[in-house]
């Protein structure tokens, strides 16, 4: 059994991998838990409701780093055992054409690592979380870089913050484009607008990263473009060519992690 908790700025995944099956609970990041007890007893909580014993092991990624040594100290009083805290430092497998590799959010490294040992040929996945953010891994395992832009729920709360009369608008589906309704000219133009950027950040990636090797090869390469983070089911439906919305994919990235480094 497995412990695995990733970190991030609006909510925290706790998963256990057991036996080939993941079991996943998740927290408001903003939740007022102020020590590392709190966090101890959701922790022994979630992992003692159908588990047996205790975990063999433990590792996360944090880009919290308010949070990161709390849960630390939560796992080590309640297991004994020394979580590994993703960077990157450990075995990957991947190699990191970036300027400052040390500047790399951990979520995207293990989500990363992921894409390339579940997926074939040049991956791009994209994260649909508190940010957007896209992440280039070549076929031969090579770490390009991405983007990084505002997420759904960052536009939303911009708009009402920041205009006197919008409204926050909890985000779904859009009913209609063009809207009859503030709140259906909100939606429409979140969630649509977001689709179209996210399309266009994808074309102008596979042009600068890919076509020479789709010139060399004669043909189109396969690029896939992967999806996961908790708005990516709100918004993937309207953005054409993705192969597949994985929401464990950032989870599945700390287990291959851990197992590439014990």
């Given amino acids: 059994m497995l412990l695995l908790i990733d970190i991030g700025n609006t909510s925290t ?6 036996n080939g099956v993941m079991n996943t609970l998740r927290l408001d990041s903003h ?11 959701i922790i022994r909580n979630f ?13 996360m990624c944090s ?26 430092s450990l075995k990957t497998g991947l190699k990191f054409s970036v300027k400052d590799p040390e500047e790399l959010g951990a979520d995207r490294i293990a989500s990363a690592v992921a894409g390339r040992n ?10 649909f979380g508190t940010a957007t953010t896209f992440c280039v891994i070549t076929a031969d395992n090579e770490y390009k870089g991405g983007s990084i832009m505002p997420g759904l729920g960052i536009s939303a709360d911009v708009l009402a913050e ?9 985000l779904k589906a859009p009913d209609k484009v063009p809207g009859d309704t503030p709140e259906s000219n909100l939606l429409s133009g979140i969630i649509l607008g977001h689709a179209g950027a996210v399309e266009r950040i994808i074309k102008e990636i596979k042009k600068e990263l890919f076509s020479e090797k789709t010139e060399r090869a004669g043909q189109s390469a396969e690029i896939s473009v992967i999806a996961t983070g908790g708005y990516a089911d709100l918004v993937v439906p ?9 929401r464990f994919l950032t989870l599945e990235g700390l ?3 851990y197992e590439l480094n014990i």
Avoid: C, W
Avoid at 13 to 18: E, H, S
Avoid at 48 to 58: N, R
Avoid at 118 to 127: A, E, H, K, M, P
């Fill in 63 to 88: 880009v919290v780093p308010g949070l990161t040594p709390l849960f630390m100290e939560a796992v080590r009083t309640s297991y004994g055992i020394e979580p590994l805290n993703v960077d990157h």
């Fill in 118 to 127: 579940l997926y074939t040929g040049d991956l791009i996945v994209v994260d």
């Fill in 31 to 41: 939740i007022k838990i102020r020590d590392a007890s709190g966090y101890s007893s």
């Fill in 162 to 170: 920041k205009t006197a009369k919008l409204p926050r608008v909890e």
């Fill in 47 to 59: 992992v003692g409701q159908g588990h047996e014993g205790k975990p063999a092991g433990a590792v």
């Fill in 238 to 246: 309207y953005i054409e060519g993705v192969k597949e919305i994985n």
């Fill in 13 to 18: 995944t706790i998963g256990i991998y057991d």
């Fill in 255 to 257: 287990r291959i992690i």
